[in-house]
């Protein structure tokens, strides 16, 4: 899947095997941001979200509180991560 393209809402339910209920439950709790949220189109980023979170929950047992928690966690190592690459990369120029 293209990084910019967004899939329905079905089709991205299909594809993760989570139920769409579930998925506009995750939306709701704004655990996922749907790249285009009036039509409910999810982008890979919200792919991968879908699918950290599931595993979370159904497969590692962690609840309902537990998941903000741990997403903010995840997305301050994604900006620390970028935040050493950019660095890097202005001091190998």
């Known amino acids: ?12 339910s299909e594809f993760c095997g ?3 209920e579930i998925i506009i439950r995750f939306i709701q709790e704004e655990w996922i941001q749907p ?3 009036q039509t409910m189109m999810l982008d890979e980023e ?3 979200r879908i699918d950290l979170i599931w595993e979370l ?4 047992g962690v ?6 928690i741990i997403l903010h966690l995840i997305d301050q190592l994604n900006c620390l991560h970028l935040e050493l690459r ?3 990369q202005i001091n190998l120029e």
């Open 86 to 88: 950019r660095k890097n």
């Open 46 to 48: 919200d792919i991968a």
């Open 57 to 60: 929950t159904e497969r590692l």
């Open 35 to 37: 790249a285009d949220h």
């Open 18 to 20: 989570v139920p769409s």
């Open 1 to 12: 899947m293209d990084k910019h393209q967004a899939k329905p809402l079905q089709e991205v």
């Open 63 to 68: 609840n309902e509180e537990g998941v903000p």
